[in-house]
């Protein structure tokens, strides 16, 4: 009875949590933990059986643990496979050296320095994860960076939990330092693997197969469940750990076509088990050890603060990332994460750690994770002030790609930041169009190996004002912004409006809310994701029910109105109006079609006095999907014909429609 009541205060402080935490945009595990921290026994004392909310708090870590492994693609992995490997490596064992060294100086054994100095360099998924996607930076360069090395991160926690019991037999000097029981572990994990091996292939397949073919989201549900638990359990009756049985499970499903829908299931389990791991941690922090070491644990907090950021920084210079998205992703990965929890426990569980250093390790972690918000949230001003230094263009640059320095003369071209979806497909029609353009992009292999086809492509951060000067921004008829980095398109926009006075600059951006500060700072033109997506799904619909063309492309015109976003027409499959602007000051470009009934339907272009008694000058028609470019004067206009003309900007094209 007792433990339901606990329960029920800890959902109750939780839903608090995260209210309060979603009201003031700082991350929900933030929140947990300081529930945990005044509902414990050294606050509030609001729940009382804190060993029985411990357990249960583990299946949260399984869960965790599980659906990591659900999520771990090697495909999808394959993508940033540099950040993963070297971004990864670089940053865990570069932060366990300097943790480690320090912690050794003080006073620890070899054994306890290496095992701290890896926890200590694990950051935090839930925290990092959740603030880059509320800032739509997942897929930025550094939002890669960060995802690869979080990745990297999570792997090596099993190992990591793996090596406690061993390492704490060396510091007792018994033998479990020893090569037999090396031997012994290693066969261990052979044997784990070979089991693993064997599920992946054949058993669990054809397990998840017959219980898919009854339709039944229960027994999918418990299936899946059955899975985890059972291999998590033969794990560790092998003498290992039972998050590495449920990382295992996870991994083994995710090969299969039903990890979708594993995911599906398990994600509320997962969130649920995760506050009661989040709010149990919280209890577990000592208030009175707090106060007893106010001055080291702030200390330790502020050495973390610097060491982490300065060797993630390192790390994602070494795959390539300018200045800038390295300082970005370093402050990113600053903090001390729940999984370094997780392992502590472990070494305390095996023997290697004391309490005191359980409690400092978990007074710096929630700390460290308190500060996470506002480290990411000063980055930027921390990667602009450290680019006015008089650094080498190397390090500001970063070492990757071909150099915007061997760049053509460029002028009246198009310029492309971002080599995305969106800048493939703008330098593609740029090409066959026979238009001028570069591409500036900060994936060094993308860049290697579309130069290697003969792409004008060039390495560089656009948010620095001599890269775009390399690139003739200043000669640029326009300016096309299509990354997947909010902050850095507003830097961009605002540099190239500076330096491209008269430029055209286009800005794509994923939501409505950047486009006000995007328009703010020059851009001419904003197209969001978010708007146009559900333009296109409305448009669809409405056609689907036979609304006429004109009062669609007038709900679209107000949808676009209210947001004050570029005008679009509809797809080609829907309309045929087009609305071009070039750098004439007193002229545009203006496309319209001859309708039936039109005065100027049935005339030759030179009978039509469009030029002189309109100062419009046709400069090619479109006629049943042909063009014809620059036609003569004696060509008849036909109804449905499309006219591309030069106009006085006031020009009213439904005065000859």
Known sequence: MQLLLDITVIFAVSVAAVLICHRLRIPSSVGFLLAGVLAGPDALRLVREVGQVELLSEAGVVMLLFVIGLEFSLSGLFEIRRQFLVGGSVQMLGTAALVGTGTYLIGSTVAQSAYLGFVVALSSTAIVLKLLQERAELDSPHGRMILGTLIFQDIAVVPLMLAAPFLAGGLAGGSGGTASEALVLAARVLGVAAIAYVGYRWAVPWLLYQIARTRSREAFLLGVLTICTGIALLTQQAGLSLALGAFLAGLIISESEYSHQAVGVILPFRDAFMSLFFVSIGMLLDIQFLLAHPLELALLTLGILAIKPLVGAIAALSVGLPLRNSVLAGVSLGQ???????????????????????????????????????????????????????????????????????????????????????????????????????????????????????????????????????????????????????????????????????????????????????????????????????????????ARFLVPREDIEHYIDDARAEWRVMARSLSPETTSVHDLRVEVPDLTTRAFRVNEGSPIEGMTIATSRLRAEHGVTVLAVRRDGASIANPVSATELRAGDVLFVVAPHDWDPLTVA
């Open 336 to 542: 001390i994460g729940e999984f370094s929890l997780v392992a502590t426990t472990a070494g305390v569980t095996a023997g290697l750690l004391n309490q005191d250093a359980f409690q400092t390790v978990l007074d710096t972690a929630v700390l460290s994770m308190l500060l996470a918000p506002l480290m990411m949230a000063i980055g930027p001003g921390i990667a602009q002030t450290l680019q006015r230094l008089p650094l080498t263009p190397r390090l500001r640059d970063g070492f990757g790609g071909a150099r915007v320095s061997s760049a053509h003369t460029y002028t009246d071209h198009v310029l492309i930041v971002g080599y995305g979806v969106t800048g493939r497909n703008i330098a593609r029609s740029s090409r066959e169009a026979g238009v001028p353009y570069a591409v500036v992009e900060l994936n060094a292999e993308v860049v290697r190996a579309e130069r290697a086809r003969g792409e004008h492509i060039y390495f560089g951060d656009a948010t620095h004002e001599a890269i775009l000067e390399h690139l003739n921004a200043d000669k640029a008829k326009a300016v096309v912004v299509a990354i997947n980095d909010p902050a850095a398109a507003r830097r961009i926009v605002e540099l190239a409006r500076r330096i491209a006075t008269d430029a055209f600059i286009m800005v794509r951006s994923r939501y409505l809310k950047e486009a006000e500060a995007l328009y703010g700072l020059g851009a001419d033109e904003v197209i969001a994701d978010e708007l146009e997506v559900s333009i296109e799904i409305f448009s669809r619909v409405l």
